[in-house]
């Protein structure tokens, strides 16, 4: 019971930090909330940005340069993925044009001009009419990089005696197959990982006592109530676990929650796991953010 009250301590704390959150970087449109509703399945996920639900198509999300972008839809075709040519080729700021006589097509991006002639090309095929392309191809010409991760699996690492999953290296969503795509990232700084999570465990930390002063104040009659339970949060913040780089990301967990260090900017963001995967920024003063406490204590 202790540690189940820990984790929902450390749900609210997370809310509460959200003056640290942005969403600017994650999705295009600076929208407040976005969230990955995979409880119905893989086939059934969801997207919800803002007011609009977009189908995760084919069990997969797309990110590019770390954003996500939910109206694509990836193809899985004998069991590789290919991607739509002209919404990575745009997003990625290259002009495409049709050669329909020679069935052609051409990319230009300043001086780099690519000719492809789709099924000739074992990279590139003719699906539903559309220009599908293989992840090698978008990394041999138009990108860095170019990664296919499927989701997490059964077998997964937990982090310390928790049953909370720790999520595996090289993936944004993890309950879903990603296509992650980058350029080249200009980094901020040369911040080392361990820098990283030495910064955001001060912002956790920061985040706590803040958090520790509202509890108190609200129960005051029994002012002591959730030491133990405050004691357990910062036991998991100070074992942190560094997973790897993602995209322009250092990710960490604290087992509820990841943790993704935007290295481009510094900001952080939190990946929060319910029945869906919810990313939120919302007002560090809203009292609600706090109710979920007194529901189970």
């Given at each position: ?132 392309v293989s992840p090698d191809f978008v990394e041999k010409n138009l990108a860095e990089s ?112 990841d943790v993704l260090y935007d290295r481009t900017d510094g900001k952080i963001y939190f ?27």
């Amino acid at each position: 019971m202790k540690k189940f009250l820990s984790f929902v301590l450390v749900f609210a704390l997370v809310l509460s930090m959200s003056s640290n959150i942005s969403m600017a970087k994650l999705d295009e449109t600076g929208a407040k909330e976005i969230s990955f509703g995979t409880d119905r399945g893989p086939e059934d996920a969801i997207i919800r940005i803002a007011d609009k639900t977009y189908p995760v198509k084919n069990g997969t999300v797309l990110f590019i340069n770390g954003e996500v972008i939910p109206e694509a839809e990836v193809i899985m075709d004998a069991g590789k993925a290919m991607l739509p040519l002209r919404l990575i080729a745009e997003k990625l700021g290259y002009e495409l044009g049709w050669n329909g006589a020679e069935k052609k097509v051409t990319l230009k991006k300043a001086d780099n001009i690519i000719d492809l002639s789709p099924n000739k090309d074992d990279m590139a095929k003719l699906i539903k009419n559309t220009t599908y392309v293989s992840p090698d191809f978008v990394e041999k010409n138009l990108a860095e990089s170019a990664l296919v991760t499927e989701s997490l699996g059964d077998d997964f690492e937990k982090f310390y005696e928790t049953q909370m999953p720790i999520t595996q290296d090289k993936t944004i969503e993890r309950s879903l197959r990603n296509v992650i795509i980058d350029e080249k990232h200009e980094y901020k700084d040369n911040i080392s990982s361990d820098e990283a999570m030495k910064l955001i465990k001060e912002k956790c930390l920061e985040g706590l006592k803040n958090f520790e002063k509202v509890m108190k104040e609200k129960a005051k009659d029994e002012p002591n109530r959730f030491d133990d339970d405050i004691k357990l949060i910062e036991k998991d913040i100070n074992r942190m676990i560094y997973i790897g780089e993602v995209s322009k990301f250092y990710r960490y967990t604290i087992g509820p929650y990841d943790v993704l260090y935007d290295r481009t900017d510094g900001k952080i963001y939190f990946q929060i796991y319910q029945a869906e995967t919810r990313i939120k920024e919302v007002d560090v003063n809203d009292e609600n953010l706090y109710m979920a406490i007194f529901i189970v204590g």
